[in-house]
């Protein structure tokens, strides 16, 4: 599992950035930069001759304005990188006004935040699309004490420019406040329509899972429900829209509840598995984490996982793959939902509209050996 990672050329100094980011002249105010490792100051009209472009446009793709082609803005942000380019940030920021720093909301728990993969993996693709504009990331601990948790205040007094609510508790009033103020705010798996979220299909994900169990003869099929938050009933949704288009009764008695993220909960998941009285030849945990901490339990209790029970898991981290047998599971496209909020929360902060509600991007099917076939 990662956090987040240091600059890629060395300890990176307060107030810079790795990529080059916006520069030029900024109202009445020139942005000076230098370049790499001390060397001649660099300008926006070194990387326009570098280029082959005028300076208009190189700050264009600086400030995100104007019509510029993504060939030519990826011409730009290369050539800058070339030539060292590095703006000065405080000029930058007393300009427009702007602290350049958007904060990150992550519930501080033993398997969830920067523990666990998909958030560090959403999280670390965020950092780097916002960095490439000159954006700092500020964490922000939702079991953090400071300003009596209220987060509303705490961001207006950092004065961030925006807020990415990656993992937290969204039936807090402090959450809930937050997410009804006015900075510029977009959440992860959010149940609110009013400010712009991210998540998977799990509907249509769940429901792939399923007919892949019902592909290898499984009909005796348990899903194990994490919390009781939106997400979760569509995973349960397209369970049991599966096994409804395949002719199987959907049998309350197979759908158990527990939460996510947990190895003690995955263990208290399978107790509740073990004392089903129905018979089951497949188990859907609700995570890779659960998925993964039942091979144990289910072990002790005498199954082996991809032989005589078949295990799916949900979210495609990495560590699911070192597993033996390696894990089928549904893989959320991290890369693409860190891109999304970076890109979704730059155009907030520009005062440019962007509507509430949910952005649902498609997830993947990954195969592995903890399902087996039946005869």
């Known amino acids: 599992m ?22 030029g002249r900024i109202g009445n105010a020139e942005i000076q930069a ?19 472009c005028s300076s208009a446009t190189v700050s264009k793709v600086f400030n995100r304005t104007g019509n510029i082609s993504e060939k030519k803005r990826r011409e730009v942000l290369e050539a800058a990188e070339r030539l060292g380019y590095v703006p000065n940030v405080a000029a930058r920021s007393l300009v427009r006004q702007r602290s350049n720093m958007v904060g990150v909301l992550l519930f501080i728990d033993e398997s969830l ?19 490439k504009h000159n954006f700092e990331i500020v964490l922000i601990s939702e079991k953090g004490e400071m ?11 950092l004065r961030l420019d925006g807020v990415f609510c990656l993992c937290c508790n969204y039936d807090t009033e402090a959450v809930r406040e937050l997410i009804g103020g006015n900075i510029p705010l977009v959440a992860f798996e959010s149940p609110y329509e009013e400010k712009p979220s991210i998540e998977s299909k799990n509907f249509e994900a769940a429901k792939r899972l399923t007919e892949h169990l019902i592909e290898n003869g499984h009909r005796d099929i348990v899903f194990i429900a994490g919390t009781d938050i939106p997400i979760t009933r569509d995973r349960i949704a397209g369970y049991r829209a599966a096994l409804e288009e395949h002719g ?28 089903c009285q129905k018979p089951f030849t497949a188990v859907m945990y609700p995570d890779d984490f659960t998925a993964i901490s039942a091979y144990r339990d289910l072990a002790a209790a005498g199954y082996r996982v991809g032989e005589n029970i078949s295990v799916t898991g949900f979210d495609g981290v990495n560590f699911g793959e070192m597993v033996m047998p390696r894990l089928t599971t549904i893989r959320q496209d991290a890369v693409r939902i860190g891109e999304s909020a970076a890109d979704m929360l730059l155009e907030l902060i520009d005062g440019k509209p962007v509507p509430g509600g949910k952005t649902r991007l498609d997830a993947e099917l990954v195969l592995g050996e903890s399902v087996h076939k039946l005869a």
């Open 2 to 23: 990662e956090g987040i990672p240091s600059a890629r050329h060395g300890a990176r100094r307060k107030g810079s950035a790795h990529l080059p980011h916006h520069g």
């Open 34 to 52: 230098c370049g790499r490792g001390g060397g001649p100051m660099i300008t926006i009209y070194d990387i326009a001759k570098e280029c082959g």
């Open 113 to 131: 935040g920067l523990r666990h993969g998909l958030f560090a993996e959403i999280l670390n693709r965020f950092r780097a699309e916002m960095e």
């Open 147 to 157: 300003w009596g948790g209220r987060f509303l205040d705490h961001c207006r007094a």
């Open 248 to 275: 199987i009764p959907f049998d309350e008695d197979r759908l158990l509840h527990t939460s996510f993220f947990s190895c003690d909960r995955g263990s208290r998941a399978t107790e509740l598995l073990l004392a």
